[in-house]
């Protein structure tokens, strides 16, 4: 379920959190489905439990999971975190706009560009499911 890549330059638990933040996103990890136990994926990464214990502190801070005292951590709600992820990306794409209008970027310039990286990202997406 979780593959660390050793290149990355980003440490572990960030490489951890992100791997559940996408699976969470994508509904491959449901709400209120259990995370692995800290200790349980500790072993199976064969890495130190207080780095998986990070992730999911970083997780739980960012409100996609939550924690039972003697159960675990769980999933949270979908809608939440879909509404709490679409906040962010607004938040991005918002910076990214104002960066290209500072540049002096026209409006059909920067439609342009986010219509041509939609398409080469779908069509990626496609050629990866097909695989």
Known sequence: MILLDLHDRRPIYEQIAEKFRMLILQGALPPGS???SV???????????NTIQRAYMELEQDGLVYPVKGK???IADNEEILKKSREEYYQELKEMVKKGINMG???????YIIKDCYKKEAA???DQGMQ
Not at 39 to 49: G, H, T, V
Not at 105 to 111: A, N, S
């Open 72 to 74: 675990g951590n769980f």
């Open 124 to 126: 990626n997406d496609r």
């Open 39 to 49: 200790r349980q994926l500790a072993m199976e990464l064969s890495i130190n439990p």
């Open 34 to 36: 259990r995370l692995p």
């Open 105 to 111: 970027m026209k409006e059909e310039t920067l439609i």
